[in-house]
């Protein structure tokens, strides 16, 4: 990894997270529910995007530094499944053991299903 594509990983990094804090406040405001919907919708889209950007490389469209950048520095930093794992014991904490498991089990399974639909788009193109 040269110098220049560690400083764009970091950088990338670091407005990952800026998005994924702003986007969440932005959900949190409007969305008046116990669920984590702002973490939700994060790894969803960052899942999505993180199969497109590694499809893409797959298929040589983007170059290797790009995936580096873009997936393990931008959607890295976007989303956030330590902040998911945690709202998940939340919610069992306070006995909402149904919205816990939900929470956490589908995260899981849609953010599966939604790299596995990026990465086929990724490819097909």
Known sequence: MTPLV??????????????????????????????PVGTFAINLTGSLLLGLITGLTLNSLLPEELHLILGGGLMGGFTTFSTAS??????????????ALANGLGMLIAAAAAAGLGLWIGVQL
């Open 6 to 35: 560690f400083a764009g990983l970091s950088l990338a990094g670091g407005v990952g997270a800026a998005l994924r804090l702003l986007i969440d406040g932005l959900l949190r405001a409007r969305v008046r529910t116990t669920l």
């Open 86 to 99: 945690f709202e998940t014991v939340r919610l069992a904490q306070d006995r909402r053991y149904l919205a």
